[in-house]
């Protein structure tokens, strides 16, 4: 099955064009006709099975057929992760994060963070590409860039974890895991935290973690994390 996106389709519509670039790949590069079906999300829990009428490849016309309704999680995955250096590193942790079941993500920009602006409108495509791949029908939110130091005063709900790696006493991950309950993580830039962040998470009660024995990237320790908030809830 191939899954399509768009946020404007709602229960209540009965028919639907999809934009100029949605339309030609649907028409010219997938080559689908009057009466092919086709399958929708908005990214809101809503599923649609749709019947093409009109196949133009600019202005592709579809009938509603059914809907339906996918109840979210009984919890949510948040990960704050600092930007990599390298964009590219930081695109494939979005993608995979989203295949995985990740709920929000937010870009914290840390002292030691090398890179302190992104461009959002490409990691949105990406989410939204990962999303259609892996056929979920919820989109994860993408926060706004914000500083560590921000973030950390905002109250967040359930479980609050920072990963770090400095040589102290840290609680296994996997073993703080309240299954149902939701988790926000910290994992840091290239450079860590710097202590004065990992002493700040601690006052505003985050636990302080450990991922495992190895020294993981940034990307590499948000897509673990992710992954292991997800297994202990299945």
Request: aromatic share 8%; charged share 25%; hydrophobic share 40%.
């Amino acid at each position: 099955m191939q899954l399509f996106y768009n946020s404007e389709l709602d229960s209540t519509l009965k028919t639907f064009t999809f934009s100029k670039d949605e339309s030609r790949h649907i028409v010219k590069v997938l080559r689908k006709s009057t009466g092919d079906l086709l399958q929708i999300t908005n990214g809101k829990g809503w599923l649609f099975e749709a019947e093409i009428v009109i196949p133009n490849h600019n202005k592709c016309v579809v009938n509603i057929l059914n809907s339906a309704f996918k109840a979210p999680k009984s919890y949510a995955i948040n990960l704050a992760v600092a930007p990599t250096k390298m964009n590219e590193r930081y695109e494939w942790f979005l993608e995979k994060a989203t295949e995985i079941g990740a709920d929000r993500i937010i870009p914290i920009i840390c002292q030691n963070s090398e890179r302190k602006v992104i461009k959002t409108e490409r990691f949105e495509k990406i989410l939204q590409s990962a999303m259609k791949q892996s056929l979920h029908s919820y989109l994860p939110e993408l926060a706004p860039a914000i500083s560590f130091s921000e973030f950390i005063k905002a109250p967040q709900e359930g479980l609050s974890f920072i990963a770090h790696c400095e040589a102290v006493e840290k609680l296994k991950f996997k073993d703080q895991i309240k299954p149902g309950t939701s988790i926000t993580i910290l994992i840091g830039p290239e450079g860590d935290f710097s202590p004065s962040e990992i002493e700040s998470a601690l006052k505003h009660h985050y636990i302080p973690v450990s991922l495992g024995t190895s020294r993981l990237r940034t990307e590499t320790a948000g897509i673990v994390a992710c992954h292991t908030i997800q297994l202990c809830n299945e």
